[in-house]
């Protein structure tokens, strides 16, 4: 018997500058799965904090095989999102990962209401999401930073600096 489909919509002029995450955690060896689980428990709580901001976090399973696994966050606006990234502990944390990815690889997309989009695969042993199609190339000089893949000013510096990982 046919259904009748309750087709609805959302209205997001309210969120002019809204920004969509999608994060995930790629385990990449079995001593990864301990990585992946501690960082999972660190992200609850930190959003568990409710970040100025956040708008919506959800977890995201992407595979089983390879251990793939994650979430979609809405942030209200780039200036938030950034805030976020450069404050302590998720700075640490990014830090201490891309020195040691502790048997994991991590990556996120991100997608701009205004426009835009940037990636970035660390310690990813495929090509996936923008990837597979775009090509990638190695995040440094002006590829460094995510908003300055997204092509948007910023008076702050990334989150992270080329400095910080690499010793020139």
Known sequence: MPTRVNRQTVDLSAYPDLLVLYLGMRVNHWYGIRTFF?????????????????????????????????????????????????????????????????????????????????????DVPRPLGFGRFAGLQPARGPMFGSAARLRRSDDGDPALSERDLYRY
């Open 38 to 122: 501690g960082f999972g428990r660190k992200i609850s709580e930190s959003v568990a904090g409710k970040p100025d901001g956040l708008l919506l976090h959800e977890p995201v399973y992407y595979s089983f095989f390879p251990m793939n696994m994650g979430m979609r966050q809405y942030w209200r606006d780039l200036p938030s999102l950034l805030a976020f990234a450069r404050s302590e502990p998720h700075r640490q944390w990014w830090l201490d990962f891309l020195r040691d990815s502790g048997g994991t690889g991590f990556w996120h997309e991100t997608y701009s209401v205004r426009g835009g989009m940037e990636a970035v695969y660390d």
